[in-house]
């Protein structure tokens, strides 16, 4: 059964740092690109960032770049993301999602939508 589970998302003050997972079963996930995504309460889903399957490319949207990391540990079957100087307007339950190739999942991450296999999600709030 292919499945991906998120975890790592919690309150945090603005400023903090957070690190999600995303751990994958079933499926080989170094054969594939990883993106993550966000769905705050009342809006749409959106993108956040991707990496390619072999660690060698990353992208960011512009709302996060310098802030958030994406990384991979293809031996453990993980994705990562590092969340730094985290604002209130990242609150939103994250999800990571995966697709056989890394220029679709930068698509996906621009249309918030279109991957392949999708985890339930990790919620993150962020607030004083």
């Known amino acids: 059964q292919v499945q991906l589970v998120e975890s790592g998302g919690f309150l945090v003050q603005p400023g903090g740092s957070l690190r999600l997972s995303c751990a994958a079963s079933?499926?080989?996930?170094?054969?594939?690109?990883v993106g993550w995504f966000r769905q705050a309460p009342g809006k749409e889903r959106e993108g956040v960032s991707c990496?390619?399957?072999?660690?060698?490319?990353?992208y960011y949207k512009d709302s996060v770049q310098g802030r958030f990391t994406i990384s991979r540990d293809n031996a453990k079957n993980m994705v990562y993301l590092q969340m730094n100087s985290l604002k209130a307007e990242d609150t939103a339950t994250y999800y990571c999602a995966a697709d056989q190739e890394f220029r679709l999942c930068v698509v996906a991450v621009g249309r918030g939508r279109g991957m392949d296999y999708w985890g339930r999600g990790t919620l993150v709030t962020v607030s004083s």
């Open positions: 079933g499926f080989t996930l170094g054969y594939y690109a």
């Open positions: 990496i390619s399957s072999n660690n060698d490319s990353t």
